[in-house]
Nanobody, 113 residues
Framework: QVQLVESGGGLVQAGGSLRLSCAAS????????MDWYRQTPEKQREFVAR???????NYADSVKGRFTISRDNAKNTVYLQMNSLKPEDTGVYYC???????WGQGTQVTVSS
């Protein structure tokens, strides 16, 4: 059974940093592109970043230059380094594969002003 477990969220002041992790089990991530998404009560789940199987990345305009997605296939884990955080980055962050697997529980990120 495929499972994604996100972790690393928390409460941080604006301008701070967090590193999110997404550990996969039940399948290997190396053959999949992997995405990060975020969701707030006001918005639908929105795309944040993608990393391809050979490391190519792309980002939502709102996070370019501040967030970095990476992967460690040996650990079957994807990361999201978030710097210069803003209050509008607040939300529940999820990772997923392309094509999608069952969603994990996500990890809450709260950025205070």
């Amino acid at each position: 059974q495929v499972q994604l477990v996100e972790s690393g969220g928390g409460l941080v002041q604006a301008g701070g940093s967090l590193r999110l992790s997404c550990a996969a089990s039940g399948s290997i991530i190396s053959i999949y592109a992997m995405d990060w998404y975020r969701q707030t009560p006001e918005k639908q789940r929105e795309f944040v970043a993608r990393i391809g199987t050979i490391g190519a990345t792309n980002y939502a305009d709102s996070v370019k230059g501040r967030f970095t997605i990476s992967r460690d296939n040996a650990k079957n884990t994807v990361y999201l380094q978030m710097n210069s955080l803003k209050p509008e980055d607040t939300g529940v962050y999820y990772c997923n594969a392309v094509p999608k697997w069952p969603w994990g529980q996500g990890t809450q990120v709260t950025v205070s002003s």
